[in-house]
């Protein structure tokens, strides 16, 4: 998957840069008929199927990495991880981590959550738990849904994959 999704790091405006992305035309293989022109266009029924396909994720990630607007979805994954850890020490660590790295004020990658949010976090991780992370998650979660998503949607990226998609269906059809 790193190999298909290498190109796709670079800010791209042509479907030829990010092509790598999608199962070459030529191959027919099970493992390249693993993204479907049907699993492509359901991506835009809803953020959660998006979010659910290790493809569409993929994709929404580049996008928002190519408007330099990543800190979003990078902190969901991580909160994603955190829920399954099951260690009281490494729970602690990863809060901390989380933390520092996206939800205090000074943090690199500053998720932009309100006040009352942040200070909440701030005191429900003094004493982690699995779900210690849930409603500032849900509230990130909420921002992508109602901005990025759809910005996702309407990208020439997005777009491209889409008609790659079709075209290869037409073709393997004939």
């Not at 309100?114 to 409603?135: A, Q, V, W």
Request: aromatic fraction near 10%; include cysteine; charged fraction near 30%.
């Amino acid at each position: 998957m790193k190999t298909r999704l290498g190109c796709l790091s670079n800010k791209s405006d042509s479907y030829s840069d990010f092509s790598e992305f999608l199962p070459p035309a030529h191959e027919t293989t099970a493992r390249c008929l693993k993204l479907s022109t049907d699993e492509v266009v359901r991506w835009s029924e809803s953020f959660d199927h998006l979010l659910s396909h290790k493809y569409g994720l993929a994709a929404f990630r580049t996008f928002l990495k190519s408007e330099f607007s990543d800190e979003n979805i990078e902190f969901w994954m991580a909160c994603e991880e955190f829920k399954k850890t099951k260690s009281s020490t490494k729970l602690v660590s990863k809060a901390n981590k989380i933390y520092n790295e996206f939800i205090d004020v000074q943090a690199p990658r500053e998720v932009n959550i309100d006040y009352r949010t942040r200070e909440m976090t701030k005191r429900s991780l003094e004493d982690p738990s699995p779900t210690s992370l849930n409603e500032i998650q849900a509230k990130v979660y909420s921002l992508m849904e109602k901005d990025s998503y759809p910005r996702f949607l309407r990208s020439k990226m997005y777009q491209d994959i889409v008609n790659r998609m079709h075209a290869q269906g037409q073709r393997r059809s004939i």
